[in-house]
Each structure stands twice: as C-alpha cells, then as structure tokens.
C-alpha cells in the first residue's frame, strides 16, 4: 500500500513569492492533515479535513495560507505572500475513519530567502 | 489546554546502553498516546501506540506503557543500535482527531 505522497520534497523561493504543497493521502483515508514542523520543534497542525470539509483550522493564517481539499481526496496548501518565517517543514498526514493515529509523508521542506 | 512534554535531548549513548525518553501529557479526558520516530531529512513514522491505561505498545525493541495515574508514557529501549539515532516525539489524541506532539527529543548512539 502506498504512503502518504507529498510534493515537492524541497522549494527554495524568494520571499513575497507564492508557493503551493500538494499532498495524496493513503487510499481510503477520509482525514487530511497540514502540520508546520519548525526547525528543533514539533509538528503543530495548520488545518484538518474531513473528507473535502475543513474542521479545524483555528492555526491556519489565513491571511496568507489557504488550503483545499477537492473530492476529499488529494489536497493543496499555498502561501501567498510567504515570508521569511514561514521557512519549515510542512507535513500532511492521513488517518482512516476510526482511528487514532495518524501517517505522514515524507515533508516539503521550504526556504524562504 | 492538552499538551506534551518530553525530555530534552540529545541524549547521547553508547551501543547496547540502555534508553529512556521521559514523555508526560495534559489532558482533558482519556487520550490515546504515540511514540513518532523521525529519522534525517524523513517525515514522522508511528513507532508504537498504547490506546487505554496501562496498555503497553512495543515495536523493533522500543517499549512504553500508558500510566494513567502519572499521566506518563515514557519510552524505553534494553540496548540501542547505531540505527536508532533519530528524533522521537511523543504525542497524543484527545479524541478530538489532532495529534498534539512534544517538541522531539534526539537521540545520538556511538559505536
């Protein structure tokens, strides 16, 4: 069975520039996480899907940050502007229905310079 | 509000000693509680869950058991391997489907 697919593992960008994460979560799956993962620190959640709704996305800042989950499959984070701080790791998850934990992909890692 | 809290690392170690990772949790109600492995450049791996009070979760080696009464959950392994250095973050779900994680402790083993 195939994981958690993220893309691109890696984007360098110049700041004031847009950048946009793409992620597959495992077949059947019906929860959909973005989690930010700062240099030395933990993953904390950004938004959470179910199936194409977002439910939680108190930590998102939607000032620059929006997230789709089309036909609550696949799903697409953007930055629009990104800032210098917004250089991290950003993580998508995917649990099954029932359950508690949660498989991550492999993490886009962003630069911004 | 929920939260974890673990040891602070790196913890270094020598091949074959002995390993424990403090992990102790806030929370309202019964959580669910994970071990996550994350190895260079890699996202997160489960390494092991405990569901309810005083289960146990193990996997390759490592153990943790879910105490209720010290609101703990600390991760322990009889005798590391070089293979084992990574970052390890506990974390939990409350029953509300987000995982609240610690903030990872490294863990460096020597030949």
């Known amino acids: 069975e195939a994981g958690v697919v993220q893309s691109p593992r890696y984007k360098i960008i110049e700041k004031k520039q847009p950048v946009a994460f793409w992620c597959n979560p495992i077949s059947g799956h019906n929860t959909l996480y973005w989690y930010r993962q700062n240099l030395g620190q933990g993953p904390e959640l950004l938004i959470r899907y179910e199936n194409e709704e977002a439910v939680d996305d108190s930590q998102l800042p939607k000032d620059r940050f929006s997230a789709e989950r089309l036909k609550g499959v696949d799903s697409t984070l953007k930055i629009q502007p990104a800032e210098l701080g917004d250089s991290a790791v950003y993580l998508c998850?995917?649990?099954?229905?029932?359950?508690?934990?949660?498989?991550f992909g492999q993490g886009t890692r962003l630069t911004v310079v | 509000g929920d939260s974890v809290t673990q040891m602070e690392g790196p913890v270094t170690l020598s091949e074959e000693a002995f390993l424990t990772i403090n992990c102790t949790y806030t929370?309202?109600?019964?959580?669910?509680l994970f071990w996550y492995v994350q190895y260079p450049g890699e996202g997160l791996q489960l390494l092991l869950k405990a569901t309810k009070a005083d289960d146990k979760g193990s996997n390759k080696g490592f153990e943790a058991t879910y105490r209720k009464e010290t609101t703990s959950f600390h991760l322990e392994k009889g005798s590391v391997q070089v293979s084992d250095s990574a970052v390890y973050f506990c974390?939990?779900?409350?029953?509300?489907?987000?995982?609240?994680f610690g903030k990872g402790t490294m863990l460096l083993v020597s030949p």
């Open positions: 974390s939990m779900n409350s029953g509300y489907s987000t995982l609240t």
């Open positions: 998850a995917s649990s099954g229905q029932g359950t508690t934990e949660a498989f």
């Open positions: 929370a309202t109600g019964y959580p669910s």
